[in-house]
C-alpha cells in the first residue's frame, strides 16, 4: 500500500512568510508525528497526534508553528512569519496505534527560508 | 535531558569488514531503543528494535545497560549497508522518540 506521503517536497519561502506543509499518513494509522530535522542533526520531535487530538506539542519551537489533523488522518503543519532559522527538514511520521509501534516516515519537505 | 549520543559522524570500512556503529542513551529506566537507517534518496526505515532481538539484513544490536549502549554490529559490510544510520530512544510505554546524531557508513569496495 501507499506510504506517509507529504507535500510539498520543497519549499522556499521568504522571511515572514506563512508556510502550510501537509501530511497524508498510512491508512488507518491512529498516531501521526512532526519532526524538524536541521541539517547535520537527527530528527527532533515536534508534535504528536492520536487520531484528530493534539496530545503532545512540547517541541514546537515558538507560538509560530501550529499543526492540526482536524479528521484524524491528514495533518498540515503551519508555520508563521517564517525565520532563517525555520530552515530544515520536516518529516512527518505515522503509526497503527498509541504505544510503541514502528513509526513510518514520509519523505520530508525541505523549507528553506531566504 | 533524555540524550542519545553516536559519537561518530563518519565511518568508512572496507567491503567484507566488520562494522561497529556506537550509540549511547542516557535513560537510566527501561528503554526501547531502535536503530533507523536512511538509504541515498530514500525516506527514513526502521532496521532494527532491541525488544525484537532479530537479526536484519546481517545487523544486530545488543542493549549493555551497564554502559548504556546500543551499538549496532555486522561481521562483513556490504556496499550496499553505505546510508545514514540513526540510533532513536523512546521512554518505556511512550511514543516519543529521541533521536541521535546519526553516523554516515561508507563501505569501501
Known amino acids: 500500500g501507499a506510504g506517509v506521503s507529504q507535500s510539498p517536497r520543497y519549499k522556499v519561502a521568504k522571511r515572514g512568510q506563512d508556510v502550510a506543509l501537509r501530511c497524508d499518513p498510512i491508512?488507518?494509522?491512529?498516531?501521526l508525528f512532526w519532526y524538524q530535522q536541521a541539517l547535520g542533526q537527527g530528527p527532533e520531535f515536534l508534535t504528536y497526534?492520536?487520531?484528530?487530538?493534539?496530545?503532545?506539542k512540547s517541541g514546537l519551537p515558538s507560538d509560530r508553528f501550529f499543526a492540526e489533523r482536524p479528521e484524524g488522518s491528514v495533518s498540515t503543519l503551519k508555520i508563521q512569519r517564517t525565520q532563517q532559522e525555520d530552515s530544515a527538514v520536516y518529516l512527518c511520521?505515522?503509526?497503527?496505534?498509541?504505544?510503541?509501534?514502528?513509526?513510518?516516515f514520509g519523505p520530508g519537505t525541505r523549507l528553506t527560508v531566504t | 535531558a533524555q540524550r542519545v549520543t553516536q559519537p561518530e559522524k563518519l565511518l568508512s570500512v572496507f567491503k567484507g569488514a566488520p562494522v561497529e556503529l556506537k550509540c549511547n542513551y542516557s535513560?537510566?529506566?527501561?528503554?526501547?531503543l531502535f536503530w533507523y537507517v536512511q538509504y541515498s534518496r530514500q525516506r527514513l526505515q526502521l532496521l532494527l528494535r532491541?525488544?525484537s532481538r532479530e537479526s536484519i539484513k546481517g545487523f544486530t544490536a545488543d542493549l549493555n545497560k551497564g554502559e548504556t549502549s546500543f551499538h549496532l554490529k555486522k561481521p562483513f559490510a556490504q556496499e550496499e549497508d553505505s546510508a545514514m544510520y540513526y540510533c532513536?530512544?523512546?521512554?518505556?510505554?511512550?511514543?516519543?522518540?529521541?533521536f541521535g546524531t546519526g553516523t554516515r557508513l561508507k563501505v569501501l569496495a
Open positions: 532491541h525488544i
Open positions: 511520521a505515522s503509526s497503527l496505534a498509541q504505544g510503541i509501534y514502528e513509526q513510518y
Open positions: 535513560y537510566s529506566g527501561s528503554p526501547e
Open positions: 532513536a530512544e523512546s521512554l518505556s510505554g511512550t511514543y516519543k522518540y529521541i
Open positions: 497526534f492520536q487520531n484528530e487530538a493534539q496530545l503532545d
Open positions: 491508512s488507518g494509522h491512529v498516531s
